[in-house]
């Protein structure tokens, strides 16, 4: 098995006098789907012809999108025998029969109106402000990228991962980190993939060697990174580029053909244009400044760590607790947690766990004897640990957290 590599079928694979061939995906990947190709190809007459005809219905089971190649031993008759490669990315239920495939697309548009997007993300259980509604609302129809800056664990991420689930698409990730480099972020070639193929072919081309290096210097070869998949998918994806703010600046350059061109440079292979442009979100938890020609081609967003107010009703839609006075009372003490200078302050998710930690002690709030059972969901370093563990440090978090509920009750919302 390759993993991640396209079709290796363009019109040089040959096969003649085969009927079916099946592919049993992995199914992990795909859910036990099976793909049946038929490539129609027993009148061939010579094996140029018998490959342009499995070539054809191969690509055709590529463009369905996947990551799992499998290979499939051919006997042909009166050739050789020899080795089919099939690419396939995320076939899901999807089934193609005789090269004709079929899979739900997205519009070309994400979202119509700012009210399907709207009602879209509630179904996806994400809270979001008017404002920054209406900014992803223009960044997807004006096909703009958006970088979004703010603390670790204030819903950036995410944001993404539910605008890809509101828009029924694909969602590629670029995690960012110290280091990263073109061939992680765009692919490199698979040397091992082309030695077989060479091996497979030695003598077709005879002393053809341009024709040789060019037939091995393409997409065929080439194991695509996330970047460079975003751009190939026929209908939009969401490409996510996590936490870019770890990269260097020479990585940032690489980005700004992307950003600015929709297409991607390549050696050896040339530039590859998007077939069509991915809704882009770039993150940021700010450890280093973003340099400005970035900054230039995004909308530019701000989050912060929620108000009790959002964070309750992120609780109450987030959590399975039915008792609605406990999601005012973490997110009282969520706040408390965070204006107490942690080095580590809480974020929305380790609140959610927490949540579900008190659902499971049959807890109907947080008193200062569960202090210890606690230090684990809030506490992440040895530092945050000791001052919680001091005298009134646990305490008065718990004093605070009484005091902000009373606030909020006292201002209509549900505590």
Known sequence: MFSNARTWAKGFWYAAGVRWYTLVTDARLV??????????????????????????????????????????????????????????????????DSGVGSCSKVARNMFASIEELSEKLELAKYVIDEVTLKVVFLA?????PLLIEGPPGSGKTELARVVSLAANTRIERLQCYEGINEEKAIGKFDESLQRIYLSSQSGAFGDDWTSLRSGLHTLDFFVEGPLLRALQ????????????????????????????????????????????????????NEERRIGDPLRRRSLYVRFEHPTIERETKILGLRTTTQH?????????????????????????????????????????????????????????????????????????LVFDTRRYCEELSGRGVSA
């Open 31 to 96: 859910g036990k789907s099976i793909l049946v190709l038929q490539p129609w190809c027993d009148g061939a007459r010579t094996r140029q012809q018998a490959g342009r005809s499995v070539g054809k219905n191969i690509l055709a089971a590529d463009r369905v999108g996947c990551h799992q190649v499998a290979l499939l031993p051919v006997v042909s008759h009166g050739f050789p025998p020899f080795i089919i490669g099939i690419s396939v990315r995320n076939l899901g239920s999807a089934r193609i």
């Open 140 to 144: 997807a129809r004006m096909r703009k």
């Open 233 to 284: 998918y026929e209908a939009p994806c969401v490409l996510l580029i996590d936490e870019i703010d770890k990269v260097s600046q020479e990585f940032e350059a690489v980005l700004l053909e992307i950003l600015s061109e929709w297409q991607i440079s390549i050696p050896k292979l040339g530039t590859i244009k998007a077939q069509s442009r991915p809704f882009v979100v770039m993150t940021s």
């Open 324 to 396: 609605s006075g406990l999601h005012g009372e973490l997110a009282g003490f969520a706040h408390a947690l965070r204006g107490y200078k942690l080095e580590k302050p809480p974020s929305i998710a380790e609140m959610l766990d927490l949540a579900e930690a008190l659902r499971l002690l049959e807890a109907d709030g947080i008193t200062a004897d569960m202090r210890d059972v606690l230090l684990p969901f809030i506490a992440k370093t040895e530092a945050d640990r000791r001052r919680l563990l001091l005298r009134d440090g646990f305490e008065s």
